[in-house]
């Protein structure tokens, strides 16, 4: 059973960088069958995509973040990250880590969340 | 941000059978078969419930089902359990320039 697990601090502060880290384990994140996805959750909202790599480093991710937001793996950690730059408030949200399978597009392995509150 | 449309509450008691709908468009639901659905205890992770438009996946209860007609998914979910009361959401892969994945904004099920 594959277990994604998120880390990062929980307060960031307005116009710093929020880094987050995911750690996978019960398989190998060096597969060319999925992605490893960031989405995100604000208060009072739905799930909203930031983006995804796979193991080879190609990324796709979403245009309100992009020009913020990197993404990078490791695959000799079996882990990956999400670093997004000059947060504001409306960057307070849990951060989920997930596993998406390329040829059904389905999240099909999700982490716990990481709440994550910017503020000075 | 375009997004898939999704009721924002549905209800029923337990036993009886709802519906949640899902629309998009012809970038996404009307193109391809890559819909999913999740469901969303607070404080949990979300949980896939359905792949490829009706696939259930290894453990999830054939008390759930999806379909998909035109540019809207269904997900059917028959046999209401005090314990289905969730959120569900939507999620298809997109064709369009900016985005390649939507979601619903979410519907929240309450059992009676």
């Given amino acids: 059973q594959v277990h994604l697990q998120e880390s990062g601090p929980g307060l960031v502060k307005p116009s710093q960088t929020l880094s987050l880290t995911c750690n996978v384990s019960g398989g190998s994140i060096n597969n060319g069958a999925y992605y490893w996805s960031w989405i995100r959750q604000r208060p009072g909202k739905g799930l909203e995509w930031i983006g995804y790599i796979n193991y080879s480093g190609i990324t796709y991710d979403n245009p309100l973040v992009k020009s913020r937001a990197t993404m990078s793996i490791a695959t000799s950690k079996n882990q990956f990250s999400l670093t997004l730059t000059s947060v504001t408030a409306a960057d307070t949200a849990v951060y989920y880590c997930a596993r998406l399978t390329w040829n059904s597009h389905v999240f099909d392995f999700w982490g716990q969340g990481a709440l994550v509150t910017v503020s000075s | ?112």
Avoid at chain 2, 50 to 72: A, C, E, L, W
Avoid at chain 2, 101 to 111: P, R
Wanted: charged content about 15%; proline content about 4%; overall charge neutral.
């Fill in chain 2, 1 to 112: 941000q375009s997004g898939l449309t999704q009721p924002a509450s549905v209800s029923g008691s337990p036993g009886q059978s709802i519906t949640i709908s899902c629309t998009g468009s012809r970038s996404d639901l009307g193109a391809y078969d890559f819909v999913s659905w999740y469901q969303h205890h607070p404080g949990k992770a979300p949980k896939v419930l359905i792949s490829d438009v009706s696939n259930r996946p290894s453990g999830v209860s054939d008390r759930f089902s999806g379909s998909k007609s035109g540019n809207t998914a269904s997900l059917t979910i028959s046999g209401l359990q005090t314990e289905d009361e969730a959120v569900y959401y939507c999620s298809s892969y997109s064709s369009s320039a900016t985005l390649d994945v939507l979601f619903g904004g979410g519907t929240k099920l309450t059992v009676l």
